[in-house]
């Protein structure tokens, strides 16, 4: 089961996208509608509230005056937190039951307006946002829903701002335009990330990335702390540390747009044991990796150790992010070096120039061979084959480019290490 969270400020849209998902065959589960089955007439909720409120917030025939508690709710902080703490809880069971009745193949869209304030956006394999700019919100709940502007602003001053939804948000959908311009959006959304994504993670599957260097990019930092934050969750206490480390860690540098992470463990066992979490979070994995690490010939403390570089290699599900996280020993030189290579790689421009060279002639004879591939493939299927076999030569190409490359860097930033104090 793939699991969306959808999110969005007061009067953005969410419900909009929610409906088009609907038809497009996902399984919704409204956080507004359940907030509003908790507290329906006889509930325990609906006590509670009465208790904490008053009888003033209940109609004649004893159902919730809403706007009556809304009026209450968001005129003060003190107010919106003792509703907040009746509400959410219940909220968050029912939204348990309803998430675990949905089919095993199913795509779940979880429609949460208070996603973001809630810290619950790890939770999910993606998260979507959508977004429309605040005097466009105010005016659409203004006059196609009736809202009295002041409300409008009241409940938009309790939420998130727009950054702290950017944060989070792995899809951000715009609905600065018509309603057509989203819904193409969300329909591209579906097929081209949501489909295969929920495909993959049930069978497993992890994605690869386009074997061609990009222009860095600013946001994979921001990318990877989401990803960090996703696999934080799954791993609990047994990762030691989560870190970004690999070319897209380095400020600067061109390189694939596949994101390199690293949890750190006790020892391979606890990485052996994660595997299943991994792979429910959106990160299957890949295969049992000894030793595809550079192997210093020389060098002191074990180094030279095969069994020392050993790990366990996953790889992201999700085709609209490409990533491989690495899980790899507390303390074992293969766990130091990924640190390490990303702090003098940032701290080395020279370095960090022949490596970003390395990459580019990697990426030219790559580029040879799919095209070689492509030329000699007529059908579908059979020209995949051949990327697929083009992309593993191009591998094998980078691989034997770069292991003297990365035999010498191993000890340049070993050796950089010492003189500049660094540690991990
Ligand atoms: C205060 C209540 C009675 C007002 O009811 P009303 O029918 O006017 O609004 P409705 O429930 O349809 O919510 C509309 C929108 O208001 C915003 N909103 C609602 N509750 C909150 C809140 N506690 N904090 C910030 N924004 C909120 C959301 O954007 C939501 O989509 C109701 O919103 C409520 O019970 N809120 C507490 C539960 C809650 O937090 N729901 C939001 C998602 S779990
Ligand atoms: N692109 C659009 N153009 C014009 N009106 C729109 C557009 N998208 C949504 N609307 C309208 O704006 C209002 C808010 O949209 P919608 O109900 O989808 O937002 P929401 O985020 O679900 O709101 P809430 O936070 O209250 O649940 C609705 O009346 C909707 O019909």
Known sequence: ????GLTGGIGAGKSTVAKELVDLGAVL????????????????????????????ILQPD????RPALAARAFASDEARAVLNAITHPRVG????????????????????????????AAGFHLV?????????????????????????????????????RREVADVWLDNTGDRDAVVEQVRRLWTERLVPFERNLREGRVVDPQPVPVPAREDWHRQAQRLVARLALAAGGAAVRIDHVGSTAVPGLDAVDVLD???TVADLDAADALAPALAAAGFPRIEDVVSDEPKPS????????PGVWAMRLH?????????????????????????????????????????ADLKATAAAEALEATAAAEALEATAAAEAAAQHQAGAEAAAAYAALKAPWFDRAYHRAWEWAEKTGWSA
Do not use: C, K, N
């Open 1 to 4: 089961m793939l699991r969306m």
């Open 261 to 263: 992470l690293q949890i």
């Open 315 to 355: 790889g992201s599900a999700d085709p609209g992010r490409p990533a491989r996280v690495a899980v790899r020993v507390d303390g074992w030189p293969a766990q130091q070096f990924a640190l390490l290579l990303r702090d003098w790689l940032t701290a080395d421009a020279e370095a960090r120039q022949e490596y």
């Open 62 to 65: 004893g159902s919730l005056d």
């Open 93 to 120: 069971r029912r939204t348990a039951e309803l998430v675990a009745a949905a089919p095993a193949d199913g795509i779940v869209v979880q429609d949460i307006p208070l996603l973001v304030e809630g810290g619950m």
């Open 29 to 56: 589960v409204d956080a507004d509608a359940i907030a509003r089955e908790v507290v329906a007439p006889g509930s325990d909720g609906l006590a509670e509230l009465v208790d904490a409120f008053g009888e003033d």
């Open 128 to 164: 979507a946002v959508v977004h429309a700019d605040e005097d466009q919100r105010l005016r659409r709940l203004v006059e196609q829903r009736g809202m009295p502007e002041a409300d409008a602003r009241a409940r938009i001053a309790a939420q998130a701002t727009v950054e702290q």
């Open 298 to 305: 020389y060098g002191a403390g074990g180094e030279t150790d």
